[in-house]
């Protein structure tokens, strides 16, 4: 009898304590993972766009997805590799956007209880053109006991509830990174002064990339396609290619504009561009208005926000030759024409003077 007695405390001890504590999980069923709950979300789906754009876009975004620190129990199986890539995007209407998925199905847990992870995106591998989004998701899962005839059995079951929400406040939300590109483009103009000076003359300039990678192009536009410079026939460059030599020619009153891949000019900012004018044809050269010795070098580095149509000295540069000669005052006239007219005119009074006069 006593032994009966026991056993129903014992089991009555068990149901309570079941019911009390949200339910005990059994050895031998936990840890349960997110993955064995067929009807539980396996993936959150990451919206990653970036706007302000013209040309296509290349670049990675990474995320990290971490616990709160109040969560019931460590949980194992976090994702550790979440990246967005853009690989040549096309873009439309100045905007790319691309879906990334973060994995659930490892996250693994052990108790009971209400979760709370972080979403973050922390890397852009060109962050100065593609700034990051400071936005934290929250993301929330439930591990509850399996119940059967509203009786918990001891089972785990892990559902991801995905209740993401901005910074953890707010109504349930898509999870969506977006950020503006920070672009810019580099302009390099020629003037010539003086009253020596030749409209029609070219210079020479080089130019050299830095903060790319080699063999990375970028359009120029503005210089004339073929010029004659110094005595040959040279078929200006289109395209500014990374670690190989660049030289780009203009005259008097010519823009050139350097920008990425299309018809608009986009640079991330991070390039800097080494401009030095090769040979200044015996002109005086000027950059703005500090005079160089025999030639002008300066460098283009891209301003930190810097759209095309608001350009700043940070990335332009303009190149100012000058070539004087002194002028005697009085009357200017070719000297050989003027000589040679002075001279018939004294011999033609010469001639006339010493002509004999004829006797009637």
């Not at 979300?41 to 990653?48: A, F, L, V, Y």
């Not at 002109?283 to 283009?300: D, P």
């Not at 070539?323 to 024409?337: C, F, Q």
Request: aromatic share 8%; net charge negative.
């Amino acid at each position: 009898m006593r032994n009966k007695i026991r056993d129903s405390f014992l089991m009555l001890s068990m149901i309570l304590m079941t019911f009390l504590g949200g339910g005990m999980a059994s050895a031998t069923e936990a840890p349960v993972t997110i993955g064995e709950n067929r009807n539980s979300p396996q993936n959150i789906p990451i919206q990653r766009t970036i706007t302000g754009l013209k040309n296509k876009v290349t670049n990675t975004f990474s995320y990290t997805f971490v616990e709160a620190e109040d969560n019931p129990a460590a949980v194992t199986g976090l994702p550790d590799y979440t990246q967005i890539v853009f690989e040549n995007a096309n873009v439309y209407d100045g905007t790319v956007t691309r879906v990334g998925y973060l994995d659930l199905n490892n996250l693994t847990f052990t108790e009971v209880g209400d979760y709370t992870f972080i979403l973050t995106e922390t890397g852009s591998t060109n962050a100065e053109a593609y700034p990051i989004d400071s936005t934290s998701y929250y993301v929330y899962a439930s591990v509850r006991n399996e119940m059967i005839d509203n009786v918990p059995t001891g089972h785990l079951i892990a559902t991801a509830s995905l209740q993401t929400r901005i910074n953890g406040e707010g109504d349930k939300v898509d999870v969506s990174f977006t950020s503006q590109a920070v672009l810019t483009y580099a302009r390099i103009s020629k003037q010539v002064e003086g009253n020596m000076a030749r409209r029609d003359e070219y210079f020479k300039f080089r130019v050299d990339l830095t903060g790319v990678s080699d063999g990375d192009a970028f359009t120029i536009s503005g210089q004339d396609e073929t010029i004659n410079y110094q005595g040959s026939s040279i078929t200006t460059q289109t395209e500014l290619v990374a670690g190989q030599e660049n030289y780009v020619y203009l005259k008097h009153g010519q823009v050139a504009l350097i920008g990425s891949n299309g018809t608009t000019m986009e640079l991330p900012v991070n390039i800097t561009f080494s401009v030095e004018e090769e040979n200044s044809n015996g002109y005086t050269a000027w950059i703005g208005e500090e005079q160089t010795n025999s030639n002008g070098g300066t460098v283009l580095a891209m301003a930190d926000i810097n759209q095309p149509e608001l350009l700043g000295g940070a990335n332009q540069v303009n190149f100012v030759n000058k070539k004087e000669a002194s002028v005697l005052t009085g009357v200017v006239m070719n000297v050989l024409p003027c000589a040679a007219l002075m001279i018939l005119g004294v011999v033609g009074a010469l001639v006339v003077r010493k002509s004999p006069t004829k006797k009637a």
